[in-house]
């Protein structure tokens, strides 16, 4: 890219999310250029563990939420059979499906309480005992007395996405070039340089600026011979087995600023709750464990569309970006052609704050 050539599309920041909107601009026909300081997918999508879950993510009064959720993870199977046609790369899309369980009489307790807030937004699905569990997934502790059973959530593998879709944009991704400032029309990048542009979309995650705010989160990666064949969700941990082996156990969320320590306490207790529900992770082997950014919002949802300064942004995608990549794109080129906000977007207009 020449300094001062025009585009049709500049996007600010290589994450899922602005890859994944540049990536689909592009299918449009639009002439894109997506602007990532560092390597792209290298903040939050790096962390993530993949997990597409809009109904066991849903927190109480979230029907917006679901509703989104549910229309992105039906976008998803052709989303990545489109993205594995285009560039030869698997993402590891796989429904898996989501087993909550209970470990004791007091977890039992909450489960039972998400169970209802689930069935209250429409979500099918079964309620077990702890034996039921158990036979579904033989590697869960004696200890787990119930779960819910969602088999229709699925996973992909951030990284994986985040490579296909770098591959898929080819020389429209340009890395180590910070935005530093995003007009209606125009960025400027950290050499002084600009980029007209048609529309600018800002796609900077937990650096986007008020009112995001970053919210840490950490995570281990372990390899081996998978605990269980279904994502296991307890009170306090998920795990996440891939069929490559790679096994995923997380999350924290903790609201420290900026701060990506990778802390000994964090680390033992999603070790600890992972044994509690599958004694099997303990043989196997530990690959690593890293700390990101997820951008939050002051509701948690995202922020999409057009602010007041005409500068799109898609951003605040919190605990599910990588969930709600498919269903962002959607609306962001809808706005690109002239349309509206998609109807299970307009509960989360950029504008809502302001
Ligand atoms: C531990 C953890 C586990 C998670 N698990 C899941 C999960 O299972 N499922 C799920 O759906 N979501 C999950 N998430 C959330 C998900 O990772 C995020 O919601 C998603 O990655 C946000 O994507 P993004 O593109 O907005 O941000 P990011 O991936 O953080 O990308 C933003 C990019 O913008 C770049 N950037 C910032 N400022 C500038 C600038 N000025 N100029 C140029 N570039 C800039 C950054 O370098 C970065 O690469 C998880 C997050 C964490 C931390």
Same mark, same amino acid.
């Given at each position: 890219?020449?300094? #001062? ?29 997506? &602007? ?32 989104? $959720? ?13 993205? @594995?046609?285009?560039?030869? /790369?698997?993402?590891?899309? %796989? ?33 077990? $005992? ?6 579904? @997934?033989? #590697? ?11 088999? /229709? @959530? ?12 770098? +591959?898929?944009? #080819?020389?429209?991704? *340009? ?10 029309? +125009? ?14 979309? &800002? +796609? ?48 924290? +969320?903790?609201? *420290? ?8 306490? %964090?680390? /033992? @207790? ?22 990101? &950014?997820?951008? $939050?919002?002051?509701? =948690?949802?995202? &922020?999409?569309?057009?602010? %007041? ?10 605990? =599910? ?34």
């Amino acid at each position: 890219m020449v300094p #001062g050539e025009r585009v049709d599309l500049a996007v600010a920041g290589g994450g899922v999310i602005g890859l994944a909107c540049a990536w689909r601009a592009r299918s449009d026909g639009l002439r894109v250029r997506l &602007l990532e300081r560092g390597a792209p997918g290298g903040g939050a999508t790096h962390a993530a563990a993949g997990i597409l879950a809009p109904d066991t993510e849903s927190e109480p009064g979230a029907a917006a939420f679901a509703a989104l $959720g549910r229309r992105s993870l039906e976008l998803w199977p052709e989303f990545a059979a489109e993205l @594995e046609r285009e560039t030869g /790369h698997d993402v590891g899309f %796989a429904r898996s499906g989501t087993l909550v369980v209970a470990l004791d009489r007091d977890e039992a307790d909450v489960v039972a309480r998400e169970a209802e807030q689930w069935e209250r937004l429409g979500l099918s699905a079964t309620r077990l $005992g702890g034996s039921e569990c158990r036979r579904l @997934e033989p #590697g869960l502790s004696t200890a787990c007395v119930g779960g819910v059973h969602v088999p /229709h @959530e699925a996973q992909v593998d951030p990284r994986r996405v985040a490579a296909a879709l770098v +591959a898929a944009l #080819g020389d429209d991704v *340009r890395s180590g070039v910070e935005v530093v400032e995003a007009t209606a029309g +125009a960025v400027t990048l950290a050499d002084g340089s600009r980029i007209e542009a048609e529309r600018v979309l &800002l +796609a900077t995650g937990a650096w986007s600026g008020a009112p995001v705010r970053p919210v840490k989160g950490q995570v281990v990666r372990l390899r081996g011979e998978p605990p269980c064949e279904r994502m296991i969700r307890s009170e306090h941990v998920y795990v996440v087995p891939r069929p490559s082996g790679e096994v995923v156990v997380g999350a924290t +969320a903790e609201e *420290r600023g900026f701060d990506t320590t990778v802390t000994a306490g %964090a680390v /033992h @207790e999603l070790l600890r709750e992972a044994y509690r529900a599958l004694p099997e992770i303990a043989e196997l082997e530990f690959v690593e464990a890293i700390a990101s &950014l997820r951008p $939050g919002t002051p509701d =948690n949802g995202p &922020l999409l569309g057009e602010r %007041a300064d005409g500068v799109l942004v898609a951003t605040g995608h919190y605990r =599910n970006g990588i969930l709600l990549a498919p269903a962002t794109a959607e609306a962001i080129v809808s706005l690109l052609a002239g349309g509206a906000l998609p109807e299970a977007a307009e509960p989360f207009a950029a504008g809502r704050f302001a």
